[in-house]
C-alpha cells in the first residue's frame, strides 16, 4: 500500500466537512488536504483475520504538516 502510488488518481486539494464541520487539521489548523481513496485490504491485515474490514478508506493528508486523518467515509469537499 502506498498514499503515493502513481497509479491511484492524480491528487485532489481541497477543503472538507464531515457532519457538516469543517475539517481543520488537530496538529496545525490547517484546512487544506490533499485525499486519498486507500485499500484497507493489506497482507497484514489478511494476516489477522480482519478482512472484514477489507474496503477503501479515505486519507486527508495535510498539506501544511502532512498529518494524516483518516475517514471510512470520504467527507464531502467545501469551496
Ligand atoms: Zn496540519
Known sequence: MSLFDKKQQEPFISSYKALDKRIICPNCGNDKF???DVLLNTPGMTFFG???ANRNATALICTSCTRIEWY???PAAVD
Open 72 to 74: 471510512f467515509e470520504k
Open 34 to 36: 490533499l485525499v486519498r
Open 50 to 52: 480482519l478482512d472484514w
